[in-house]
């Protein structure tokens, strides 16, 4: 739970916007669970539920994206290496959700008409300030609101309260709708700017992963997607530094939050990604 929890509460106050999903596959799910029950059955490969799929190519495992888009997981399933896909089956990324409901009707199970939901397991009431007083004592200290040339437009309760990106809860009236730009901790800021000042047209990734084991080419071209559901954009990719890349999108990007996945594909395939990095941030962080 340290990885994915402590993790998660780290990120906010670090000023970045975690994503515990992505965290969970990659140390739980795909790693401590995965172990555990391929030792416990002594099976070869543990079936999952997500919505994705693999297939084997010229002997490389490949991740693809399920063929129910709506209900696609790659985002989520980036950090995976060759050797959990050799392990795992997606059973369900064949299928659509109707589909899926309707087989577990037919076998009578209890989630066959189970609502679904989008919050985060551990926090089940969607208020993720409560967790960051009781793992780390962040109640949260008001400071500055900027705007875009540093004039102080109003008061916020915390920055770790904020995320790259949010428009509701702000308490500015500035006559236009505005969302948060950047945060930072040192100063105990918040910068907030107009839609079209949040928006970029290339940042830093660290962490970077390829599901290959190695990137396809120092520079190539793919497209990008920077959070679940977003559309995915043509982008040129460079690799810098140990474990960074430098993306750069084709038409700019809307708000690419600190911390969240930047993941990679060439057409149906997931190829890796990275964690986008601070704006101040090298790459190779």
């Known amino acids: 739970g340290a990885r994915v929890i402590d993790a998660f509460a780290d990120a906010y106050l670090q000023g970045t916007t975690p994503n515990p999903c992505q965290a969970c596959n990659q140390y739980i799910k795909f790693d401590e669970l995965l172990r555990r029950g391929l030792a416990a059955y002594g099976a ?10 693999i297939d084997r190519v010229d002997g490389r ?9 709506n209900k696609d997981q790659t985002y989520f399933l980036w950090v995976l290496t060759q050797e959990q896909l050799a392990a795992t089956r997606f059973p369900l990324g064949e299928l659509t959700k ?6 577990a009707a037919q076998l009578a199970l209890p989630t066959a008409a189970k609502p679904e939901s989008q919050e985060i397991c551990f926090i089940p009431a969607g208020d993720y300030r409560t967790l ?46 505005v969302y948060v730009r950047e945060i930072r901790p040192a100063s105990n800021t918040v910068v907030i700017g107009a839609r079209d000042e949040i928006a970029q047209s290339w940042f830093t990734v660290g962490s970077r992963h390829f599901v290959a084991g190695e990137p396809p080419a120092e520079r190539f071209e793919a497209r990008v997607r920077i959070r ?13 530094g140990a474990d960074g890349l430098v993306v750069e999108t084709a038409e700019p990007v809307w708000a690419p939050a600190p911390g969240q996945g930047a993941v990679l594909y060439d057409g149906e395939e997931c190829l890796g990604g990275g964690r986008i990095a601070q704006p101040n941030a090298s790459a190779a962080e």
Not at 61 to 69: G, I, N, P, T, V
């Open 61 to 69: 495992w490949r991740l693809l994206r399920s063929l129910d888009a």
């Open 98 to 103: 109707p589909q899926v409901r309707e087989i």
């Open 228 to 240: 679940h559901r977003a559309p995915d954009v043509a982008c040129s990719v460079t690799l810098v």
């Open 44 to 53: 070869d490969q543990v079936a999952t539920g997500h919505y994705a799929r």
């Open 132 to 177: 960051l007083q009781e793992r780390r004592g962040y109640a949260g200290e008001p400071g500055p609101i900027l705007d875009a040339h540093g004039t102080t437009v109003g008061t916020h309760t915390g920055y770790a309260h904020y995320t790259v990106g949010q428009r509701h809860g702000l308490g500015v009236a500035l006559g236009e709708v």
